[in-house]
């Protein structure tokens, strides 16, 4: 593994543009397109690539970190991003691991295909474990019946990393994980990103009527439910969670900075001096400052952890989850308050502040949700099997 500076990569210059071209993304809703050409020509989406496969092979916890730094910048671009890397980290920890079935996903990084995760649906609050897309075994392959939301690098994406649900024996379903190749007949984009926040993802719906992926493409078959949450899965759900926490950390960063800056030359005709000495801004400006120093160590510690091959066994999925949920919920807590300091002029788009909070309010909606956290994290220290129904009475 490489070790590498977050400005080998991302240079001041290449960040300020970022940062310059976020305003106008979101106000014009449309794909950061111009930021994904410079990330791809700079080789930022080849980071987790193993050398083996023409990457420097980096880690979870180097990787998420420098897309804390990314996002502090424009965190729209770096969670766009966060798909690829969710397939590209998750495949190099295998194949280091000695699996050498994610050889041809790695094949295909290596080459240039660009991955996104096809995983949200409606109706189904539990991703990847259960889903809402038919999978149907035919010769040669599968075929997949059903739509997914939130694919974000939508303009992009190569390859769209899916799952679906074999009932073929009822007493044993299984899901069925994927990669179509885009353009594949059956297969459609519909344009329904119009949205509160991280409009810059453009995170359209996919279409899938009978879409045929040939057993090549077919990358696990699992049991349904918790039981099916292998070193695949568990590793889907290390990278994405991770990566959600850490671009959400970023942001809130981004948010703090502003408003320190800002109620340091606020005034008022009832004070001598800045907004930055009266008592209240100072409680809360420490709240806010409290907050950020909490997510950043939390999100560091399970990814190195993670990276340096700790065995937390079934626990994983309790730090994991956990990670990410105080992350997402202690960033929007930090954003919010800053709105409360700057009071109004906050809420003009001038300022940049709304950007950022409407943002991170969507950081609480990405799985796994408030519920789902505290059903999972609540089962799993109780010794309750997480597909065990709950009964009242």
Same mark, same amino acid.
């Given at each position: 593994?490489?070790?590498?500076?977050?400005?080998?990569?991302?240079?001041?210059?290449?960040?300020?543009?970022?940062?310059?071209?976020?305003?106008?993304?979101?106000?014009?809703?449309?794909?950061?397109?111009?930021?994904?050409?410079?990330?791809?020509?700079?080789?930022?989406?080849?980071?987790?690539?193993?050398?083996?496969?023409?990457?420097?092979?980096?880690?979870?916890?180097?990787?998420?970190?420098?897309?804390?730094?990314?996002?502090?910048?424009?965190?729209?671009?770096?969670?766009?991003?966060?798909?690829? +890397?969710?397939?590209?980290?998750?495949? /190099?920890?295998?194949?280091? *691991? $000695?699996?050498?079935? @994610?050889?041809? &996903?790695?094949?295909?990084?290596?080459?240039?295909?660009?991955?996104?995760?096809?995983?949200?649906?409606?109706?189904?609050?539990?991703?990847?474990?259960?889903?809402?897309?038919?999978?149907?075994?035919?010769?040669?392959?599968?075929?997949?019946?059903?739509?997914?939301?939130?694919?974000?690098?939508?303009?992009?994406?190569?390859?769209?990393?899916?799952?679906?649900?074999?009932?073929?024996?009822?007493?044993?379903?299984?899901?069925?994980?994927?990669?179509?190749?885009?353009?594949?007949?059956?297969?459609?984009?519909?344009?329904?990103?119009?949205?509160?926040?991280?409009?810059?993802?453009?995170?359209?719906?996919?279409?899938?009527?009978?879409? +045929?992926?040939?057993?090549?493409?077919? /990358?696990?078959?699992?049991? *349904? $439910?918790?039981?099916? @949450?292998?070193? &695949?899965?568990?590793?889907?759900?290390?990278?994405?969670?991770?990566?959600?926490?850490?671009?959400?950390?970023?942001?809130?960063?981004?948010?703090?900075?502003?408003?320190?800056?800002?109620?340091?030359?606020?005034?008022?005709?009832?004070?001598?001096?800045?907004?930055?000495?009266?008592?209240?801004?100072?409680?809360?400006?420490?709240?806010?400052?409290?907050?950020?120093?909490?997510?950043?160590?939390?999100?560091?510690?399970?990814?190195?952890?993670?990276?340096?091959?700790?065995?937390?066994?079934?626990?994983?999925?309790?730090?994991?989850?956990?990670?990410?949920?105080?992350?997402?919920?202690?960033?929007?807590?930090?954003?919010?308050?800053?709105?409360?300091?700057?009071?109004?002029?906050?809420?003009?788009?001038? *300022? $940049?502040?709304?950007?950022?909070?409407?943002?991170?309010?969507?950081?609480?909606?990405?799985?796994?949700?408030?519920?789902?956290?505290?059903?999972?994290?609540?089962?799993?220290?109780?010794?309750?099997?997480?597909?065990?129904?709950?009964?009242?009475?």
């Amino acid at each position: 593994m490489t070790t590498l500076d977050a400005t080998q990569v991302l240079s001041d210059e290449l960040l300020a543009r970022f940062a310059g071209r976020a305003a106008t993304y979101d106000r014009e809703n449309r794909f950061a397109q111009e930021d994904f050409d410079e990330l791809k020509a700079a080789g930022y989406l080849d980071l987790a690539l193993p050398p083996e496969f023409g990457g420097p092979g980096m880690p979870l916890n180097q990787i998420v970190r420098m897309q804390r730094t990314l996002a502090y910048h424009a965190a729209p671009t770096a969670l766009a991003v966060n798909m690829h +890397f969710y397939w590209t980290g998750m495949f /190099a920890d295998l194949w280091r *691991a $000695g699996d050498r079935s @994610v050889e041809p &996903f790695l094949r295909d990084a290596r080459n240039g295909e660009v991955f996104a995760a096809g995983h949200a649906e409606s109706g189904n609050d539990i991703p990847l474990l259960l889903s809402t897309t038919r999978a149907e075994k035919v010769d040669g392959g599968y075929r997949f019946h059903g739509r997914k939301s939130f694919g974000s690098l939508g303009p992009v994406w190569t390859r769209l990393g899916l799952h679906g649900l074999d009932t073929s024996d009822p007493a044993a379903p299984k899901v069925v994980h994927a990669f179509m190749s885009r353009g594949t007949e059956g297969s459609h984009t519909v344009p329904t990103w119009d949205v509160l926040g991280m409009r810059a993802t453009q995170s359209d719906d996919t279409m899938l009527d009978g879409v +045929f992926v040939p057993d090549e493409q077919i /990358a696990r078959i699992v049991p *349904a $439910g918790a039981a099916g @949450v292998d070193a &695949f899965v568990l590793g889907i759900y290390a990278w994405a969670l991770l990566g959600f926490g850490n671009v959400y950390c970023g942001l809130a960063q981004r948010a703090f900075d502003m408003v320190v800056t800002s109620v340091k030359s606020k005034r008022s005709m009832a004070l001598t001096r800045p907004m930055s000495y009266h008592a209240e801004f100072q409680h809360t400006i420490a709240e806010m400052a409290m907050a950020l120093e909490s997510i950043g160590p939390h999100l560091d510690c399970v990814a190195n952890d993670w990276s340096n091959g700790v065995d937390h066994g079934p626990a994983w999925v309790i730090k994991i989850v956990s990670a990410k949920h105080h992350a997402v919920e202690s960033a929007w807590k930090v954003v919010d308050d800053g709105l409360d300091l700057l009071g109004g002029f906050g809420i003009f788009r001038s *300022a $940049g502040y709304e950007r950022l909070w409407r943002d991170a309010r969507l950081g609480r909606l990405h799985p796994a949700n408030s519920q789902l956290a505290h059903e999972l994290v609540g089962k799993l220290s109780l010794g309750i099997n997480p597909d065990e129904l709950p009964r009242w009475g």
